[in-house]
């Protein structure tokens, strides 16, 4: 089987945009299908160094191809990355295209990739969306007739594919406030491959971290009238949470963010850009982590979309217990045992209360949950039986 996988690993190079991808090609690779990697977003490229976009992908290309070998995973050519200028790095565009045409699949991860007209062809095209909410705002704005020309043009580009997958777990529950927007949305998750996670046993380690910006520069959904924001406006309910709690609290935290307010709250603030800039860095961080705790975006939470964070799945490969803002994920996932979720700050108070009574065993809970329900061998077999293709 022939398979495209798109993504953002050039366009933003930061470790955990990164492994995401990664994830996908290194999986369906080890199962034994011819994976092609292909990006192309139409936009310029992040420099993380410089903190601002650029039109030279010559480093940006590199730390794509570092990032294949550092996980290991050998594409042989098989890989292409189109600069805003039209000229593809790695394979040639006729190659590029030739392997769309002739593919399976052509999954489109996070809806990352142009659909050009070279690129179809695929026996299935599946449009995978790991933002809901926010994809459907904009099908949901074309409806309603108040899409600028940008969002109309993204939404034919949604609606050309075949299959419409979602990290919205919870999307066909009638508790979840998302709209279908008339198509029919498949849930699925973020696979892991279990050995990229090693897990690391650290009783001693102080801290339960996350990596997370305060906010991004997208627009915000706004659904039935309604705008809802990001993690700026949940982690304001749980600002007081380190004086309620013996746990130390850490958050690698990018964005302009109320950085002293929070450390005088009992917060400690890492820096995102050291832990988070590679690939090593990112994996780094985590592992030295005594767990994770984390809150969502508030479009996930208010919308009862059942989203679970990819990020979250990765500590829990590594063994860390995590204690995170229920999105409705509870619905779907073993918690009390390694993962727990929680509404209010005293459900987090007992939450982590919970973890610290019996740690070990918590940690051996979270690496069973991950090889359980996020393996890769688990969760991309089902993937491709949703496309039609198991």
Sequence with gaps: MRIVVTGLIATYPLGGVAWDYVAYVAGFARLGYEVFYLEDTGNWFYDPRAQTFTDDVGWNVRYLTDAFAYAGVELGGRWSVRSPDGVHHGATQLETERFCQRADLFLNVSGACWLRDGYRGARCSAYLDSDPGYSQAKLDAVARGTADEDVAYSVNLIRAHDRFLTFAENINDPSCRIPHCGLTWI???????????????????????????????????????????????????????PRHTPAVLELALAGSAPRDPLRRCGWRIADPQENSATMAAYRNYLIQSHGEWSVAKQAYVALRSGWFSTRSAAYLACGKPAVLQDTGFSRYYPTGAGLFAFTTLEESVAALAAVESDYERHCAAARGLAKRELAAERVLPRLLADCGLG
């Design 187 to 241: 849930p699925t998750r973020q696979p892991i491959v279990l050995d990229h996670w090693p897990v690391t046993y650290t009783p001693n380690a102080p801290a339960y971290t996350t990596v997370m910006s305060w906010k991004t520069d997208v627009t915000l959904p706004s659904i039935d009238g309604v705008t809802y924001g990001g993690k700026d406006v949940e982690l304001a309910r749980f600002f007081e949470l």
